[in-house]
């Protein structure tokens, strides 16, 4: 006898606004409890120390997280300079100093090294899998962590503003895999003063930014009465807003019966669109499939079940 699902079936995108101190994916178990959801990921962690954007996906939504996941990034930060620690951020141990500190114009001559695609070592105290295990494992036991670099893309460092001669903020834009806090660590390796993030907060994701997220504390107290029920799920954005970037095709009801069956159709007809590569098929507005359009036919890559 199958198991029943605790929580309700929903499907859509939540927008958080990650409060600090708390882990993405405590966040999301919040959010599961809050909406009675079923099922629900994040698209893209965020460290405890950071707040902002956390995209997260309800039900169905989360087979469209790799659309998001490989979307661009923002975030602003703030490095002080003087100390560089060994987790790169404020909660590690200091290991090394300077009394160094850098000028604004010292900065923007360095800035054009950190633009396009670049050479980059991840933190020691990362997510990144060495040997099978995640490096900050290895490294919270002491061990000597190896992180081989990578090729990252930066399509915008740029300085937004310098409160005193210890701290500088940022704002960035850049690619799936960049780490912030290896910017801050290589920007003050560079300037010979080091450099750590002690200020961390992700504006957009994708299509997401943080004009369209909401706060934990908020979703909380829509929660809490019955009446508001509606309140806290009108927060919930369609499942194919994940998918802006792909062209969308219509189509007909046998059609879309055959993709839920995880079978090809094709394209049929005088009016039938000419189109190639990737599209998410509708039937009246509703999200059917994702797939691949070749030679006039479209295989299936995902079905939902809306």
């Known amino acids: 006898m199958a198991r029943r699902k605790r929580g309700q079936p929903m499907n859509g995108w939540l927008v958080l606004d990650k409060p600090l101190e708390i882990t993405s994916t405590s966040a999301v178990n919040v959010l599961k409890r809050v909406f009675d959801a079923q099922k629900a990921g994040h698209a893209?962690?965020?460290?405890?120390?950071?707040?902002?954007?956390?995209?997260?996906?309800?039900?169905?939504?989360?087979k469209?997280?790799?659309?998001?996941?490989?979307?661009?990034?923002?975030?602003?930060?703030?490095?002080?300079?003087?100390?560089?620690?060994?987790?790169?951020?404020?909660?590690?141990?200091?290991?090394?100093?300077?009394?160094?500190?850098?000028s604004k114009s010292d900065i923007e001559a360095l800035l054009k090294d950190f633009s396009g695609e670049i050479e980059q070592t991840p933190p020691a105290f990362s997510a990144i899998h060495i040997a099978g295990e995640r490096a900050y494992k290895l490294a919270r036991?002491?061990?000597?962590?190896?992180?081989?670099?990578?090729?990252?893309?930066?399509d915008r460092l740029a300085i937004t503003r310098q409160p005193d001669n210890d701290h500088c903020e940022f704002q960035v834009d850049c690619g799936k895999g960049t780490y912030?806090?290896?910017?801050?660590?290589?920007?003050?390796?560079?300037?010979?003063?080091?450099?750590?993030?002690v200020e961390l907060r992700r504006t957009r994701v994708g299509q997401f930014d943080e004009a369209m997220s909401i706060s934990l504390d908020k979703l909380r107290q829509l929660s809490h009465s019955a009446a508001d029920r509606e309140a806290l799920l009108a927060n919930l954005l369609c499942v194919e807003t994940a998918?802006?970037?792909?062209?969308?095709?219509?189509?007909?009801?046998?059609?879309?019966?055959?993709?839920?069956?995880?079978?090809?159709?094709?394209?049929?007809?005088?009016?039938?669109?000419i189109i190639t590569g990737e599209v998410y098929a509708t039937l009246q507005g509703e999200l059917i499939a994702i797939g691949k359009v070749e030679r006039g036919e479209l295989k299936p890559t995902r079905v939902f079940n809306l």
């Open 64 to 102: 469209t997280m790799p659309y998001i996941m490989d979307g661009e990034k923002s975030y602003r930060f703030m490095v002080r300079w003087g100390v560089q620690t060994n987790t790169d951020d404020a909660q590690g141990e200091a290991v090394k100093t300077s009394d160094h500190r850098p």
């Open 44 to 62: 893209g962690t965020l460290d405890p120390l950071a707040t902002g954007v956390l995209p997260v996906a309800f039900g169905e939504a989360t």
């Open 180 to 197: 912030v806090r290896a910017i801050a660590r290589d920007l003050g390796r560079k300037l010979t003063c080091y450099g750590h993030v």
């Open 141 to 154: 036991r002491g061990e000597q962590v190896e992180m081989p670099s990578r090729l990252v893309r930066i």
């Open 243 to 273: 998918l802006d970037d792909i062209p969308e095709l219509a189509i007909n009801a046998n059609d879309a019966f055959r993709l839920k069956q995880g079978q090809s159709v094709l394209l049929r007809g005088a009016n039938s669109p």
